[in-house]
C-alpha cells in the first residue's frame, strides 16, 4: 500500500532535517509535547520560542506537532484534556457545565452563548492546560527517544553506504 503524496512529502523533510540527533530530538519532543496540550492557536509560536529558546531545530518541533495534532487528533486530545484536568481538579469543568454552554449555542446562537463560554473561562483554560501539560510530558519524552533513535539509525545507514561505495571504488 502506497502512501497518500502529502505523507511521504513530510516523511521525507522529515527524514532531510540537518542538526545533530540530539537537536532533531528535542526539537521533535518539544513540538509534540506542545502539540498535546489544548493551546491550538499558539502551537507554532510556542514551538518556536521553546525551540529558539533551547537553540534546537524548529521545524522538527513544527512537523513533529503538526503530526501529533491535527483535525484526526483533536477531539480525543481535547477529550483527554479535559478528563486529565478534570481528575486532578475536580468540579470545576463538568460535563454537565460543558453540556448547557452546548445547549445554549444551539438553542440561542453563539452570540448569546458567548456570555457562557466567558463564565467558564478561568476554570477551563485551568482544567484543560493542567490536563494537556501530563499528556504532554510523556509525550515529549517518548517522541525524544524514539526520533533520537530514528535519526541515529539513518546516520549509521548512511556512514555505511558511504563506507561501501569507498570500497567498490
Known amino acids: 500500500m502506497r502512501l497518500p503524496r ?4 513530510y516523511s521525507l523533510r522529515f527524514k532531510r532535517l540537518q542538526g545533530s540527533n540530539h537537536s532533531l530530538a528535542l526539537g521533535a519532543a518539544i513540538g509534540s509535547a506542545v502539540g498535546a496540550t489544548p493551546t491550538l492557536p499558539l502551537h507554532n509560536i510556542l514551538i518556536l520560542a521553546f525551540t529558539l529558546l533551547f537553540r534546537v531545530n524548529p ?21 483527554l484534556a479535559w478528563k486529565i484536568g478534570n481528575f486532578f481538579l475536580p468540579g470545576r469543568l463538568t460535563w454537565e457545565k460543558i453540556q448547557s454552554i452546548l445547549t445554549m449555542v444551539r438553542t440561542e446562537g453563539i452570540m448569546v452563548s458567548l456570555d457562557g463560554i466567558r463564565q467558564l473561562g478561568f476554570d477551563a483554560i485551568l482544567v484543560m492546560l493542567t490536563g494537556g501539560l501530563v ?35
Do not use: D, M
Not at 61 to 76: D, E, Q, R
Not at 149 to 167: D, G, S, V, Y
Open 59 to 79: 521545524l522538527a518541533g513544527i512537523i513533529t506537532a503538526n503530526i501529533v495534532s491535527n483535525p484526526l487528533t483533536f477531539a480525543p486530545q481535547y477529550f
Open 135 to 169: 499528556l504532554a510530558i510523556p509525550a515529549g519524552l517518548l517522541t525524544y527517544i524514539l526520533v533520537y533513535r530514528f535519526f541515529a539509525k539513518i546516520r549509521q545507514k548512511r556512514r555505511e553506504k558511504h563506507l561501501l561505495n569507498r570500497i567498490e571504488q
Open 6 to 9: 502529502p505523507v511521504r512529502y
